[in-house]
């Protein structure tokens, strides 16, 4: 077995992948270096924490082809891992292994049928038509004549597709026999060989998803299933998700479950593999749209929502184990493996939008969804009931959202109204609820958007309880209602006219009060290892406080445009080094596809909204020594400080001024501030699409003099800013500011020292004789490379939302790699 | 809303919401893991004068369909889950849960911990419990002096003979509280089948020509049925391929003087990985399991075994050394449950089949 | 074209099932010794041992078969085949993939008396395929596959195919 082992990294943050597979490639590399590997990365992702480790051999490269063999050849690696680098790293496998061939390393855990098929629609439906597996139904055609008759058979709507076209590609849909009319000869007459194909039309099935896990010896496990709540026509990242299935009876879910199993048979797939299918309402006949061979957002919503040891065990399957024998981490129980999760919670993924900052920034979009992704984030809400997760879910996404304002909805006109629910946008929730309100029949709505009637019933559940809480100010038994179906004490505070606190207090007073229920994957059956906990309001808590020297530390949520990727990054480190310095660690966070997930990092998670409310609850049961805040949430702290917390305040720019109007480079001169004194880093550039520094134009920082601070900063990372583009130890205008989490991030990646770790013990006041070494070194001394960038790239707004400004990249960090030399 | 309670024999007392009929119920109360299946699992005889827990914490998004029912009624005394969905919309739906419990006269009781009460019969095992509209001393003394039947095979078996007929195998299935599912199951092969009353003769058996016998599974005690039952299945197993399901194979194991005991955790669910010995392959397969094999036993029978559950090692398969005959504690019919656990009627059915040939 | 009318599950299935009526016939396992010819019989005669194993936990002996030498239409004499098993006393399993017109069966009791006195020789054959030509008959079948004498059916195994199949063209 191969002895050398190359993870390949899947480059820069963007739609469609958040942190998830950095995540995924940490908890392997530990698994793989516990099993005797050697590891080597190739990434150029400046975020990824991942390479940030020192016991993996890091190749900082642009993730090509060529690259990739160049690696592969110079180290002589025997094995290559495609499945923890998105889309990205399966392409590159299937290039690689065209390339090298026989020659070629080991490709662990994927064939390269199965990569071909995750790439190649046209070839997944081939193979699942020679398996007897239900693929997208469709029929030729030469003739008008022949396009009804295949109209007739797979019945209306479909879709008719040219045959080698002459220019474009068509794709006419038809709804009915007068537009089929219209589409017929028009695309024979497209086509040079005048042939077509007549697909039948998915449109509006309902979309779902089953992960399954499989080993060399044929066994099959499902991790679990998850329905999207949107119909097939809205891209499955932008739809509300929903796990476990809630509208499939049983026999519908074991025929997905048992051709899943048959696709990963098929594809001899050692390890993961998510399949997608559509599933028509009417007649609960299916096909299978897509399959998914690598640990993505949906994997790591499962492996979030089951408490399954998902990458553990896809890394034990692709090195060969058994799954009833394969080596999970000790702190699971024996038998969990190869036990098929079962929930006794319900669990709703939120996707999270861009067009509300790219409006305040002024850049026009068009927030119609449909089958391209238009969404960056998510989050989780966790609850015992359906409506409770979603209330959660959405308030976790939107809290400070001005585009979820309700208030927006009830100024449509009705047409407006009926327009939206046909083509839905990014806000659909507040618009399905305003529909609701205004008297639409669940029938209707049902029709209308394709969303099972289960949800309206649901929502119109939450509207009632909306209703009930205003009419009835200060009810003991409206409100427990309201809290048992997740309703927060904040919108209750609105609704009843009044502040948060005082429902908060209310509710004490009377006893209402949240329980912590565990994530396990056995419902209760077993007494499982548990460290995840979700808030409800039931009966029995099963948290109890850690233990007495513990850091709590509160995530960043969704990620948006911004420093998602950055700050997961910082705060992945910071967890880290607390428990290096051996405190325990707990967790407050809600974004599962965030690296603060990741299992070694923390002692105890909670997957919870991140409003003022949510965090002294945790808080009150955790009793911990530190509090780690990223950002100045005034009130938060506020509210912590005078529970008697002790809070340590991770500053964070957040809104970043632009750069686009800026006619020169702007000089960053970078600092360290360790509450008493400010020590020079290094000065680095920033124009808009960049952030460079290069070693050999450096001045001697200590010249130059040093900025004010206020008395109440904080331990931290900060940098002036200065336009004038003339690097000078003159004194400057300009000013300052904490140091952006991306160039943090950046400058801690390339740097030879551990910035943010320095900055930890440094806020616990134990920094090493190394650190004040460190920190006190003239700049150079960190800097082990001539130049390294940052860039961003405008690409994926183009191809996601149809963006043709130039963008303000440093603003809204998208597609962010580096380099060095 | 109607506020109702679940009480346990223990003393505990859990308040919810009412649904279904307003009935005062009584049974023995267990929970099931499963997320799925949840009308086949209520009309499953082999929880007759029991009250269900469902851990999953809703049920009845895909209404109720006269395909998934497992006998014409609901056998569950009672239903209890965290939430109920309202109106479904399932295009075979015919009618609500709700509905369906209130023409059948089944209490159903919500919004409860039900992770608490899950966690807490982990620990007390099975015991009575009952749905009522108070929880006062009345309603614990009525529990505590219920006395549960042990007649629930005579209760849920058929009184007489049926036939299901096809154009294949003449198989004859003993009910001990049969379920649709293996029916359906016969079907599939087109078997010809007669269900015979749990307590048919060797003559009325053998009368019908069988090619193979099927032992159906169904509720209760097996140390509760007849003994004369076990003396037809030592005949029977020599003259006759034979499949034991649920009750049948713990009637099996017993008619082969293997010792049958009351499990420690009972197992509803299907999520537990079930080893198939003699390939080392792990299935998953539906369970509800209150009785198991007594592992020592075995040594010094004519049986070996041929399915372990891996989360307690508890014997899940039995087979005959010397004849066609052997069992499953699972449930191979797929209703509810996952497709490969159905292998024990193909492995039936090519034994049939063969020996029919031969 | 090769057309697989036997998949990789149900040839396992088919071994497990032969498994199962070994033990039936033999009243278990005492005294059983499996041989197989050369090349796919030894590999299935081995799959047959792996699950005896699985089961009684007692190692089964596998012995290799090779008959080319003692077919019937080998002119010389047979070259007498050295068995590593002992098979004298012994309930023997014979095993191969596929039976045909019986000559290779024949051929390998041939083989098999020249090592020893079996108690009792059994067959036991993953597909049988019909067109006897002399009075043999196996005793465990995996699959009756009536097949044209035209067409040609191949067993595929994973240890020498990569893969477990029958496939027929």
């Not at chain 1, 409310?613 to 100045?632: H, K, L």
């Not at chain 2, 504690?329 to 059915?349: V, Y």
């Amino acid at each position: 077995m191969a002895d050398k082992i190359l993870l390949i990294g899947g480059s820069a943050n963007g739609f469609g992948r958040e942190t998830e597979s950095d995540a995924a490639s940490y908890q392997m590399t530990s698994a793989l270096l516990k099993r005797g590997y050697e590891v080597y990365l190739v990434d150029d992702n400046p975020f990824s924490f991942t390479a940030s480790r020192n016991d993996v051999h890091l190749e900082v490269l642009e993730l090509t082809a060529e690259n990739i063999v160049k690696v592969i050849v110079a180290n002589g690696i025997n094995a290559i891992v495609p499945t923890v680098g998105g889309t990205t790293a399966i392409q590159l496998t299937y290039e690689v292994e065209e390339i090298m061939g026989e020659q070629g390393p080991a490709v662990l855990g994927l064939s390269s049928s199965v990569l071909q098929a995750s790439q190649n629609t046209k070839y997944l439906q081939e193979c699942l038509k020679q398996w007897h597996l239900p693929s997208v139904q469709t029929r030729l055609a030469s003739t008008p004549g022949e396009v009804f008759d295949a109209a007739r058979e797979l019945e209306f709507p479909v879709f008719v597709r040219s045959i080698a076209p002459q220019g474009q590609a068509l794709r006419l849909q038809a709804e009915d026999a007068e537009e089929l009319d219209q589409v017929a000869e028009l695309a024979l007459d497209r086509s040079l060989t005048h042939q077509v194909n007549v697909d039948k039309s998915i449109h509006g099935y309902k979309e779902i998803s089953m992960i399954v896990m499989r080993d060399f010896r044929n066994t099959n496990l499902l991790v679990g299933g998850i329905e999207d709540m949107d119909p097939v026509g809205i891209h499955s990242a932008d739809s509300i998700a929903v796990t476990p299935i809630q509208t499939l009876a049983d026999p519908v879910v074991q025929a997905l479950r048992d051709t899943a199993f048959q696709i990963a048979r098929g594809f001899n797939v050692y390890g993961l593999l998510e399949v997608r299918f559509a599933v028509n309402p009417e007649d609960d006949e299916f096909v299978v749209t897509r399959i998914i061979p690598y640990y993505d957002r949906k994997a790591s919503l499962l492996e979030g929502a089951t408490g399954y040891p998902m990458v553990p065990v896809m890394t034990g399957l692709m090195l060969g184990d058994r799954l009833d024998r394969v080596h999970i981490p000790s702190s699971y129980a024996e038998h969990t493996a190869a036990l098929e999760p079962t929930m006794d919670h319900i669990v709703v993924r939120f996707p999270v939008f861009t067009f509300g900052e790219l409006a305040s920034a002024g850049i026009p979009t068009n927030r119609r969804l449909d089958t391209i992704q238009k969404s960056v984030g998510a989050t989780l809400g966790v609850g015992r009931s359906l409506e409770e997760a979603l209330e959660k879910a959405l308030r976790a996404a939107h809290f400070s959202n001005r585009s979820f304002s309700p208030d927006l909805m009830g100024k449509l006109t009705d047409s407006e109204v009926i327009e939206q629910l046909i083509h839905p946008q990014d806000n659909r929730i507040l618009l399905l609820l305003e529909a609701i309100r205004r008297g639409y029949t669940v029938d209707e709505l049902a029709e209308l958007t394709h969303i099972d009637a289960f949800y309206f019933y649901k929502l119109a559940n939450i509207m009632q309880l909306e209703l009930d809480v205003k009419e009835h100010p200060w009810d003991y038994e409206v409100l427990k209602s309201a809290k048992y179906y997740g309703l927060s004490d904040g919108l209750i505070a609105k609704l009843w006219g009044t502040a948060y606190e005082s429902v908060r207090r209310y509710r004490w007073d009377n006893n209402i009060l949240p329980t912590y229920k565990a994530f396990e994957p056995s419902a209760g059956e077993f007494q499982e290892s548990v460290s995840q906990f979700y808030s409800t309001f039931e009966d029995e808590n099963e948290s109890k406080r850690l233990g007495d020297d513990t850091v709590m530390i509160v995530g960043t949520g969704a990620f948006r445009l911004g420093d998602g990727a950055a700050a997961s990054y910082v705060l992945a480190n910071v967890m880290d080094e607390f428990r290096n310095l051996g405190y325990q660690t707990v967790l407050l966070n809600n974004n599962p596809h965030d690296l603060t997930f990741i299992p070694q990092l923390s002692d105890k998670q909670y997957f919870e909204p991140l409003e003022i409310s949510d965090i002294m609850n945790v808080a009150e049961i955790e009793q911990p020594t530190r509090i780690v805040v990223p950002g100045n949430r005034i009130k938060l702290i506020k509210s912590l400080k005078s529970a008697g917390l002790n809070v340590d305040v991770l500053v964070r720019e957040k809104y970043l001024e632009t750069t686009l109007t800026a006619e020169k480079d702007q000089l960053l001169y970078n600092y360290f501030y360790d509450g008493a004194q400010l020590h020079p880093m290094v000065v680095s550039r920033q124009s808009n699409r960049k952030v460079s520094i290069d070693s050999t134009e450096q001045i001697d920082l200590e010249q130059v003099q040093l900025p004010e601070m206020p008395a109440d900063a904080t331990i931290g990372f900060y940098q002036f800013v200065c336009d004038e583009a003339d690097l000078s130890t003159d004194v400057l205008q300009g000013r300052m500011r904490p140091m952006p989490f991306m160039q943090l991030a950046f400058l801690d990646k390339v740097s030879s020292a551990d910035w943010i770790r320095i900055m930890i013990r440094y806020m616990v006041g134990q920094p090493t004789d190394a650190d004040e070494v460190v920190v006190h070194a003239t700049p150079i001394l960190n800097w082990p490379f001539n130049h390294a960038v940052m860039r961003y790239q405008d690409t994926e707004f183009k191809e996601h939302l149809n963006i043709v400004d130039r963008l303000d990249n440093g603003q809204f960090a998208m597609g962010t790699t580096y380099e060095v030399d | 809303m109607t506020k109702r309670y679940l009480i346990l024999e223990d003393g505990s007392i859990y308040e919810g919401e009412a649904f279904g009929a307003p009935a005062t119920t009584f049974g023995e109360i267990f929970f099931h893991t499963a997320m799925t299946g949840y009308q086949e699992i209520m009309t499953n005889p082999i929880y007759h004068n029991q009250i269900v827990v469902f851990t999953v914490p809703t049920i009845g998004a895909a209404g109720i369909n006269h395909r998934a029912d497992e006998a014409i009624v609901p056998m569950v005394k009672g239903v209890v889950v965290r939430e109920v969905a309202e109106v479904s919309t399932n295009r075979l739906q015919t009618m609500s849960m709700h509905e369906f419990l209130l023409r059948h006269n089944v209490p159903g009781i919500s919004r409860l911990d039900t992770r608490a009460l899950t966690r807490h019969l982990r620990e007390t095992g099975a015991q009575k419990a009952s749905i009522v509209d108070y929880p006062d001393d009345h309603a614990f003394d009525q529990l505590r002096a219920l006395v549960m039947t042990n007649q629930e095979v005579q209760q849920t078996s058929t009184p007489r003979a049926y036939v299901n007929p096809g154009r294949g195998a003449n198989i004859v299935v003993i009910d001990f509280g049969l379920k649709n599912g293996i029916l359906r199951m016969l079907n599939d092969y087109d078997a010809n089948v007669t269900v015979l009353p749990y307590n048919a003769t060797l003559d009325e058996v053998m009368n019908l020509d069988p090619d193979g016998i099927v032992l159906s599974s169904g509720p209760g005690d097996p140390s509760a049925v007849p003994e004369d039952i076990l003396d037809l299945i030592r005949t029977l197993q020599k003259e006759v391929p034979l499949l034991g399901v649920g009750l049948g194979h713990e009637l099996f194991a017993m008619a082969n003087h293997v010792e049958v005991e009351p499990m420690p955790v009972e197992h509803h669910g299907m999520n537990h990985p079930i080893r198939e010995q003699i390939t080392n392959q792990i299935m998953y397969a539906t369970q509800a399991q209150g009785y198991q094999v007594v592992k020592g036993t075995i040594k010094n029978s004519d049986l070996f075994v041929t399915h372990v559950d891996l989360t307690d090692g508890s014997i899940q398969g039995l087979r005959h050394r010397n004849y066609p005959a052997f069992s499953v504690q699972f449930f191979p019919d797929t209703a509810p449950g996952p497709i490969e656990a159905t292998q024990p009627f193909d492995d039936f059915m090519d034994m049939v089949n063969i020996r029919r040939g031969a | 074209m090769a057309k697989e009318i036997v998949d990789a599950m149900a040839m396992q299935r088919a071994l497990t099932r032969i498994t199962y009526e070994i033990i039936e016939k033999n009243k278990g396992i005492n005294n059983l010794v499996i041989v197989g010819i050369k090349t796919r019989g030894v590999y299935i005669g081995q799959h047959i041992a792996d699950r005896l194993q699985q089961l009684e936990s007692a190692e089964i002996p596998v012995g290799q078969l090779d008959i080319s030498s003692y077919r019937d239409d080998h002119s010389d004499a047979p070259v007498k085949q050295d068995l590593d098993v002992n098979i004298d006393g012994k309930r023997v399993i014979l095993v191969d993939d596929v039976l045909y017109t019986g000559r290779t069966i024949r051929a390998a009791l041939d083989a098999l008396m020249d090592n020893g006195r079996p108690a009792v020789v059994n067959l036991a054959v993953l597909v049988d395929r019909g067109h006897r030509e002399l009075p043999i008959r196996a005793d465990f079948v995996g699959k009756n596959i009536p097949t044209s004498a035209s067409e040609r059916i191949q067993v595929n195994v994973e240890e020498v195919d990569g893969y477990d199949s029958v496939e027929i063209e």
